[in-house]
């Protein structure tokens, strides 16, 4: 027994609502900012009108197929499953005393069918999207408002799935809208750092209030926050590179530092006080700060250097997932060019731990490719085998390094469309869809060679990684 998972780790994979459900004016189902970014997150923000489209109006028509693709991922025997509520399904506008019931009865359906098979939901409360309309009319999060529109949508969720849903979390990869404001923050994409950071400090307030009322709620669920894990490495030994990895790893380490710690740390006034940012922080959003999380959780895909030398760094940068980093020399890349680094999932899985000593749940992680059936059909997709396998295997030394770590949740269980660019032909599942970037295709489901190799993964606990 080489590498036993604990018993009790959950296992599985992660999807969100605006990548998978399709269905996009559905039962009542309001316009999200998703839904105005058709080339995806990087892309034009697109208002739309009567004639336009996007990949995401069908996606993987999830809406719709979800109990086929749960039995097969019951089938690779999860435990767990990580998924996101739209939120305009439920508030289509954002501001609505009332919800969408026939939104609220479609999540009901879903975790009705994941309890048939023992699979535990972990629920992203927002997952890269929010009400369209609260961004046209109230300018998204950069206005106070949007904290009680949020937690109005918070506390209906709990009400409603007390029973049925153990597991929250609160913001996907909230530190993203520093790289991405309109998809994180509703704000425009030339807003000044005054304001993101004014938003930011909205949405944190918010976090804490649905951690708050998810305490009240459903004293016996876990709720978490959600932080993309990227770690940057110092390009090289000088001082000054090291102080500099300090500093940009503190970018995104910050937000997890007021999510567990319940308070602004100390770095961040000098931060602040040199980018000229003044916030504006009632006492009130100190008192809410305070409700702190249960337990931290993060996506790694890779990981990247920094380097003091400014004119080195923009001649080395190349444009990873969200973050720009120098490149590592020593690190192959993915064809999509993000640094393969299963070391730095132990690496990072020790830094949050020692940082914070809460619970990690690893609720990304995964592998993106083109991946080109066989003339039979099959599909042989040995290089993500060998990605999950390399990574996997850090996070059973994490655990012997005594790390806390209560799952793991692969980014995708089933092929969907692309966050960063939109596309069907970046792919990450065990599970194939037949539907190609332009939407053609008839959407059926098949197994990929991994499919049965992540299945043997979970059922030995581990053993079977190499
Ligand atoms: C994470 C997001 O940043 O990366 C997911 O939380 C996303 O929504 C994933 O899909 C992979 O990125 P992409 O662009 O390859 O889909």
Same mark, same amino acid.
């Given at each position: 027994m080489?590498?036993?998972?604990?018993?009790?780790?959950l296992?599985?994979?992660?999807?969100?609502?605006n990548?998978?459900?399709g269905?996009y004016?559905?039962d009542?189902?309001?316009?999200?900012?998703?839904?105005? &970014?058709?080339q995806?997150?990087f892309?034009?923000i697109?208002?739309?009108?009567?004639?336009s489209?996007?990949?995401?109006?069908?996606?993987?028509?999830?809406?719709?197929?979800?109990?086929?693709?749960?039995?097969?991922f019951?089938?690779?025997?999860?435990t767990? =499953?990580?998924?996101s509520?739209?939120?305009?399904r439920?508030?289509?506008?954002?501001?609505?005393?009332?919800?969408?019931?026939?939104g609220?009865?479609?999540?009901?359906r879903?975790?009705?069918?994941?309890?048939?098979?023992?699979?535990?939901?972990?629920?992203?409360?927002?997952?890269y999207?929010?009400?369209y309309?609260l961004?046209?009319?109230?300018?998204?999060?950069?206005?106070?408002?949007?904290?009680?529109?949020?937690e109005?949508?918070?506390?209906?969720?709990?009400?409603?799935?007390?029973d049925?849903?153990?597991y929250?979390l609160?913001?996907?990869?909230?530190?993203?809208?520093l790289?991405?404001?309109?998809?994180?923050v509703?704000?425009?994409?030339?807003s000044?750092?005054?304001q993101i950071?004014?938003?930011?400090?909205?949405? =944190?307030?918010?976090?804490?209030?649905?951690?708050?009322?998810?305490?009240e709620i459903?004293?016996?669920?876990?709720?978490?926050?959600?932080?993309l894990?990227?770690?940057?490495?110092?390009?090289?030994?000088?001082?000054?590179?090291?102080?500099?990895?300090?500093?940009?790893?503190?970018?995104?380490?910050?937000?997890?530092?007021?999510?567990?710690?319940?308070?602004?740390?100390?770095?961040?006034?000098?931060?602040?006080?040199?980018?000229?940012?003044?916030?504006s922080?009632?006492?009130?959003?100190?008192?809410?700060?305070?409700?702190t999380v249960?337990?931290?959780?993060?996506?790694y895909?890779m990981?990247?250097?920094v &380097?003091?030398?400014?004119a080195?760094a923009?001649?080395?940068?190349?444009?990873?997932?969200?973050?720009?980093?120098?490149?590592? /020399?020593?690190?192959?890349?993915?064809?999509?060019g993000w640094?393969?680094?299963?070391?730095g999932?132990?690496?990072?899985l020790?830094?949050?731990?020692?940082?914070?000593?809460?619970?990690?749940f690893?609720?990304e992680n995964?592998?993106?490719?083109?991946?080109?059936?066989?003339a039979d059909g099959?599909i042989n997709?040995?290089?993500?085998?060998?990605y999950?396998?390399?990574? =996997?295997?850090?996070?059973?030394?994490a655990?012997?390094?005594?790390?806390?770590?209560w799952?793991? &949740?692969s980014?995708? /269980?089933i092929?969907m469309?692309?966050?960063s660019?939109?596309e069907?032909?970046?792919?990450?599942?065990?599970?194939?869809?037949?539907?190609?970037?332009?939407?053609?295709?008839?959407l059926?489901?098949?197994?990929?060679?991994?499919?049965?190799?992540?299945?043997?993964?979970?059922?030995?606990?581990?053993? &079977?990684?190499?």
């Amino acid at each position: 027994m080489k590498h036993r998972f604990p018993e009790d780790f959950l296992w599985g994979g992660a999807i969100a609502a605006n990548q998978v459900e399709g269905a996009y004016a559905t039962d009542g189902k309001g316009l999200s900012t998703s839904d105005l &970014t058709p080339q995806g997150v990087f892309g034009p923000i697109v208002e739309r009108t009567a004639n336009s489209s996007s990949i995401k109006d069908i996606a993987i028509d999830f809406y719709h197929r979800y109990p086929q693709d749960i039995a097969l991922f019951a089938e690779m025997g999860f435990t767990v =499953l990580r998924l996101s509520i739209g939120w305009t399904r439920i508030f289509p506008n954002g501001d609505e005393k009332t919800p969408n019931e026939a939104g609220l009865a479609f999540y009901d359906r879903l975790f009705d069918e994941l309890a048939k098979y023992g699979i535990q939901p972990l629920v992203t409360l927002s997952h890269y999207e929010m009400p369209y309309a609260l961004v046209k009319n109230e300018g998204g999060w950069g206005s106070r408002k949007t904290i009680e529109y949020f937690e109005h949508y918070a506390r209906t969720v709990f009400r409603r799935y007390r029973d049925k849903v153990k597991y929250w979390l609160t913001f996907n990869e909230i530190n993203m809208s520093l790289h991405e404001p309109f998809t994180g923050v509703g704000l425009p994409r030339d807003s000044s750092r005054q304001q993101i950071y004014q938003a930011i400090h909205h949405q =944190l307030v918010a976090s804490a209030r649905a951690v708050k009322a998810c305490h009240e709620i459903i004293p016996d669920a876990r709720i978490g926050n959600m932080l993309l894990g990227s770690i940057l490495y110092p390009l090289s030994c000088k001082p000054a590179d090291v102080m500099e990895s300090l500093h940009q790893n503190r970018e995104w380490q910050f937000f997890g530092d007021v999510q567990v710690r319940g308070a602004y740390p100390a770095y961040m006034q000098r931060f602040f006080a040199e980018q000229n940012i003044a916030l504006s922080v009632t006492d009130q959003d100190r008192e809410d700060l305070k409700a702190t999380v249960d337990f931290v959780s993060f996506s790694y895909y890779m990981s990247g250097c920094v &380097t003091a030398d400014k004119a080195q760094a923009d001649a080395l940068k190349a444009r990873g997932n969200i973050l720009d980093m120098v490149p590592n /020399p020593h690190l192959d890349s993915s064809e999509w060019g993000w640094q393969i680094d299963p070391e730095g999932l132990r690496y990072l899985l020790n830094v949050l731990y020692d940082r914070y000593q809460k619970p990690l749940f690893i609720v990304e992680n995964g592998l993106g490719a083109r991946d080109v059936p066989e003339a039979d059909g099959t599909i042989n997709d040995d290089y993500r085998i060998q990605y999950l396998n390399s990574h =996997l295997l850090q996070v059973a030394e994490a655990l012997k390094d005594g790390v806390e770590i209560w799952g793991y &949740t692969s980014w995708a /269980p089933i092929d969907m469309v692309s966050a960063s660019k939109a596309e069907m032909s970046k792919r990450y599942g065990f599970i194939y869809v037949d539907r190609d970037d332009t939407g053609n295709g008839s959407l059926a489901r098949r197994r990929k060679k991994s499919f049965s190799w992540y299945a043997g993964v979970i059922k030995s606990r581990g053993d &079977t990684l190499k």
